[in-house]
């Protein structure tokens, strides 16, 4: 199946700032969510924002949608090292949106 | 309160054994999902239900069995014909078809399997 992409990798910043991640994805979707996983535990959803929406809040996140480019940005504003996580994005194909497709995500290390 | 409960947390399996994972949800969710997770990597769908009695396969199905008898209970077979079973493995169910937020996934905790 097509999976996201999503960059970086890995980053490492300082407590109290900011933390951006990207996804990029190929098919075109009904929605995107982000969600986030602790080390060895399962997934928890953060965030869906649907093909029709550009930007979208939730406390300290921000995702913003860019369905010409097919790519989606999470913004971490004011970290904490309890955001310390890996963080996926995970696409809803517009033809089968009950199949997830997810990137490999990024792992964020927030140094207090 | 309402979840997903999978089990066992860690199993270890010898070679050319079956092995089920436990998975439980009482959020009267319709859909079910397996998930295999390998170190570094994102999620990979292994089989998906979407209502009691029926079930499709993922993109990596070869090696797995699961069954849907009961709309709470959704096991997964990891059999011996899976080459490479050593994986931590997710299972998830969502709310069902339609309606906002119809496609957004409970996980469990997760099940780690180690092929000795």
């Known amino acids: 199946s097509q999976q996201g992409e999503e960059d970086p990798q890995a980053l490492s910043i300082q407590e109290g700032e900011n933390a951006t991640m990207n996804c990029s994805y190929k098919?075109?979707?009904?929605?995107l969510q982000w969600y986030r996983q602790n080390s060895g535990r399962g997934l928890v959803h953060l965030i869906l924002?649907?093909?029709?929406?550009r930007e979208k809040h939730s406390g300290r996140l921000r995702v913003t949608l860019d369905t010409s480019k097919k790519s989606s940005s999470l913004l971490i504003t004011a970290s904490r090292a309890a955001d310390t996580a890996s963080y996926f994005c995970?696409?809803?194909?517009?033809?089968?949106?009950?199949?997830?497709?997810f990137g490999s995500g990024t792992r964020l290390l927030v140094r207090p | 309160d309402g979840g997903i409960t999978q089990s066992p947390k860690y199993l270890f399996r010898k070679e050319g054994q079956n092995v089920t994972l436990s998975c439980e949800q009482n959020?009267?969710?319709?859909?079910m999902y397996w998930y295999r997770q390998d170190p570094g990597q994102g999620l990979r769908l292994i089989y998906y239900?979407?209502?009691?009695?029926?079930?499709q396969k993922g993109d990596i199905a070869e090696g797995y069995s699961v069954s849907r008898e009961k709309k709470e209970s959704f096991p997964l077979t990891v059999t011996s014909a899976q080459k490479n079973p050593t994986a931590f493995y997710l299972c998830?169910?969502?709310?069902?078809?339609?309606?906002?937020?119809?496609?957004?996934?409970?996980f469990g905790a997760g099940s780690r399997l180690t092929v000795l």
């Open positions: 998830a169910s969502t709310p069902g078809v339609g309606g906002s937020g119809a496609n957004v996934l409970t």
């Open positions: 995970a696409t809803a194909p517009m033809d089968s949106s009950y199949k997830l497709i």
């Open positions: 239900s979407q209502i009691v009695n029926d079930f």
């Open positions: 959020l009267n969710h319709d859909a």
């Open positions: 924002i649907r093909s029709n929406e």
């Open positions: 098919t075109s979707i009904n929605n």
